[in-house]
Nanobody
Framework: QVHLVESGGGLVQAGGSLRLSCAAS????????MGWYYEVPGKERELAAA????????NYADSVKGRFTISRDNAKNTVYLQMNSLKPEDTAVYYC???????????????WGQGTQVTVSS
């Protein structure tokens, strides 16, 4: 059974830092692109950062570039999001995502975690 369990969210003052973790199980973690998405009530879920299966080529939304860093440890089946210089507009629920593109007869598919709330006070 697939599980993605996020942790590390919470309440922080503007300018502070948080480190989100996402522990994965039930699938071959090292085969999947991992991403962190954020969702604000009333808006669509958006990509904050993503990293390839091997841990290279991180990709960031313009809004978080230079402040957030995504990393992964394939030995621990865990992906991280280091969030620095947090702003009130970073307040959202952050979701962990595992994505694998289509291969042979297997369609592309992804998995989601349950989300963790990040609240940044001004």
């Amino acid at each position: 059974q697939v599980h993605l369990v996020e942790s590390g969210g919470g309440l922080v003052q503007a300018g502070g830092s948080l480190r989100l973790s996402c522990a994965a199980s039930g699938f071959t973690f090292s085969d999947y692109v991992m991403g962190w998405y954020y969702e604000v009530p009333g808006k669509e879920r958006e990509l904050a950062a993503a990293i390839t299966s091997a841990g290279g080529s991180p990709n960031y939304a313009d809004s978080v570039k230079g402040r957030f860093t995504i990393s992964r440890d394939n030995a621990k089946n865990t992906v991280y999001l280091q969030m620095n210089s947090l702003k009130p507009e970073d307040t959202a629920v952050y979701y962990c995502n595992a994505f694998k593109k289509a291969s042979g007869w297997t369609p592309g598919h992804d998995y989601w975690g349950q989300g963790t709330q990040v609240t940044v006070s001004s």
